[in-house]
Structures are given as structure tokens and as C-alpha cells.
């Protein structure tokens, strides 16, 4: 398949126009005007629906790709369409000072989904937000001053979301200085754990599977190792299940996986199925702290989002889409191992598949047979964050398409 390129400029129509304002930059049209801070596929998308991509001539591609983790349900989904279209004309919006039952609902299926012994949720726009909050009432409540990360994790863009993740400081982080002191624990590495977690420790922040790094599962015995020393020291301990959240894994969350209990953890992503929206959820412990004004926003929680996460929720019970999951990431380690991929790793649908030769060209010979795919930091790793709606005869199409490709 010809992927469909994406169009050198777009027409601004002001060739046609007499007394148009002087053009901002002489060569506008050669360019659209978006911030050239993204490197894009050769793929340019004109509709979706279910697991399927169209270009504009019409081709159709295969998303294992879910827009980076984001569309769980996929495209076109009926009951998530009318949950946003039905909020949309009732009520779009209204802040977090004026009580709407649709934001207690929410909060209420958010909980009771995770299985976990949460008793708030504060909900905010994005993954990095969410983490902002989460080591700042860390920091409120133990008046310490370094937070331990985990050596490949990402956490987001911001200045504190952004410190504690791996190689920002190296790559893109901008801000004069971190907020706080950081240090970062091997990654699986249990005997150096207490040497980074300490009194001096406000929480620790993880991705119990993370994401970018390609889908490194960081196991049951490290995480309890973390969970262990936080309870030594007073620190809280932080689940970042932005990606691996809201049924990614095959269960509600990575804690339920695991049987870890972390104080807080933050998701997004999945739980919109690309409305943004996100949100931080609190232990007992931790939201006793909580007072009036200590957190704040102003789209967290509005009325839209939270009837599309009440859909996700919704979807992803009544549709058994947890055990679909489970099942079908089964099916792609067992059949998917052909061509020039020799193992897999991650969890559920956030899966790795270990390539002999660098995935960036992978991806781009599966695009050319019409499937999206990802990549990761790690450059042999092929990251697939599919829809929870996938079936195995997808997997197939997968596993003929790698098989057709050289080792
Ligand atoms: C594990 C993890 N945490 C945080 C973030 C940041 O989320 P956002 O881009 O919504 O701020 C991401 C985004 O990819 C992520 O994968």
C-alpha cells in the first residue's frame, strides 16, 4: 500500500484575495503552520473506524498503534459517540465549582473500576498534569525534598514531570534547573533501591510496564521491593499508568497485575479514547491531605470528559473487553514471533516485539502492507498499543505481513 503522503503545504487562499493583509511569512504556502516539533508518518488520515485507518484515496491501514496508547475503544465507537454527543447537547461545560452528577458518576465508575482502595479522584487534562499533582501533594505531605524515578521512565513534558523523566536533561529539558532533587534506581535492580529511596525521599514515581522505554514490564518482585522501601522510609509511591492503565494490561490497572497498592496513581490515555482528559487517583492516606484550593484547574473534570470516561468504563465492563485483551495479546507472542522479530515483551496490549534488525525500518515496511506500528526508545523494539477491540484475525494480518519481510 502507498501510505498517502502528507501534503508538502495546504492552500491559505491568498493568492486570490486583492486587498489580503501582508502575508506573516513570504513562504506560508510552502508550509502549514504547525510547530515543526513532530516527526509524522507518511500516512495522512481522513476517517477510521473500528481498527481501521483511510487515507484520503481511500486505502484502508491497520492501527496497532491506537494514536500512541490513546484510542481503546478505536473509532466510530456507538456507545462513546453518543455518551460525548448526548453531554455535548445537554450540557458542555461547567467548572469544578458547580456540582453536575456526570463528574460524580465518573469519580464513582473511575473507583469502583480500579478494584483498587482509592477514595478520590481528581481529574485533570493530561498525563503530565496528572504526575504534577500527584508528587506535589508527595511533597505537601511529607515536607521532603527529592522524588526517586526509574531509569527509562517517562513522565511527561513539564518542569516536574519532565525531571523525573530519563534523559530529559540530556534531550529537550529546557528550564534552568529541576524543581526538586532526583535520582534514578536501576531499572530492576533491587539491591539499589534503598540507596536512592531514602528519608529524604517525598515518593517514588513508576511505570510498573513502561511505555516509551518499549514496553519494559518492570515485574511483581521489584515493585513490591519499591513498595516495601517506601513504607521503610515515609515516602508515598506513585503508579504513573498513563500508558498502562484502564485495562491496557488485560486488567484495570498494572496494580491489580501486580498486587501492588501504590498511594496514588495517574492514568489518561486510554481512559478518554482521545478526549483528553485524565486523572489522579488517592488513597486514604493521601486524600486526608486534600484541602480546599491546594489543587486546581479549569477543563479537569468538565462535563464532556467525564461522560466519555464513564463510556470507556462502560465499554470496556459490558463488552468483556478486559478478557479480550488478555486473550488476543496471548495470540500475537505466540504467532507473531516470525520474520524479523524474535521475542516480545511488555504486557497485554502494550507489547514489544524484540526486532533483529532497527524497527524504525520494520515500521516502515508494515506501513507500506498497510499496518501502523510503533517504536520505542529502544531502538529494537517494535511497540504495538492496538485498540481493546482488536480480534485475532488482526493479529494475523500482522503476523503475514512480518513473515513476508526480510530477517
Ligand atoms: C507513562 C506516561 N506518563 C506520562 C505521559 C505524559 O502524558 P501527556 O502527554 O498526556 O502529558 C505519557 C505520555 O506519553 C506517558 O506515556
Redesign the pocket.
Known sequence: MAGGSRPEGRDTGTGSRTNAAPAIRSDAVAHDFLAPVFAQYPLEVVSAEGVWLKNAIGERVLDLYGG??VASLGYGHPGWTAALTQQARSCNFQTNAVPMQVRVRAAERLVRFSKLDFTSVFFV???????ENAMKLAFRMTSRTHIAAIEG??????AA?GAV?WGAMQKWYCYPRAPFDVSFIPRGDIATIDQHVSDRTAAVIV?PV???AGAVDLGAPYLQALRRRCDEVGALLIF?????GVGRTGYPFAANMYGVMPDMI?T??ALGNGF?C?ALLTCAKVSAALKLELLGTTFGGGPMACAVMEAVIEAIESENLLERVRRVADYIRKTCIVGPVKGHQGAGFLTGLRTTRPAKAIQSELLECGILTGTASDPNILRLLPAFILEEEHVDLLRDALASLPT
Open positions: 500512541h496508547a487534562n493530561s498525563g503530565a498534569e496528572a504526575n521512565a517517562f513522565h511527561g513534558r513539564t514531570a523523566t511505570e513502561q511505555g516509551l504513573d499508568e498513563v500508558q498502562c495517574t489518561a490515555k483528553p485524565a
